[in-house]
């Protein structure tokens, strides 16, 4: 099985770890029941910090023509199915 480690948010386009570092959700595999990784349990800074970045985001995003937008959202669905 493929050990994922602890994952961390993504925020203003950079990881980070949880304000509250002590909190974590196990990451199980339902076939078998073992843990193979750690998610964030995210509180209430944790989304202060992300509902910031997200209204900073939107005023580059809603200047954006939609042929603009079109073409970051067809990018990112190309780096996904990449993956």
Do not use: K
């Not at 002590?22 to 209430?44: E, K, L, M, N, Q």
Request: glycine share 8%; charged share 25%.
């Amino acid at each position: 099985m493929t050990t994922v480690g602890r994952l961390c948010n993504f925020v203003g386009g950079e990881p980070r770890e949880p304000l509250d570092a002590a909190r974590a959700s196990a990451i199980v595999d339902p076939s078998t029941g073992d843990a193979y990784g750690d998610a964030p349990v995210s509180g209430p800074a944790d989304l202060d910090v992300a509902f910031t970045a997200a209204s900073a985001a939107l005023e580059g995003w809603r200047d954006l023509t939609p042929s603009q937008r079109s073409l970051a959202m067809m990018r990112i669905a190309d780096a996904v199915e990449a993956r």
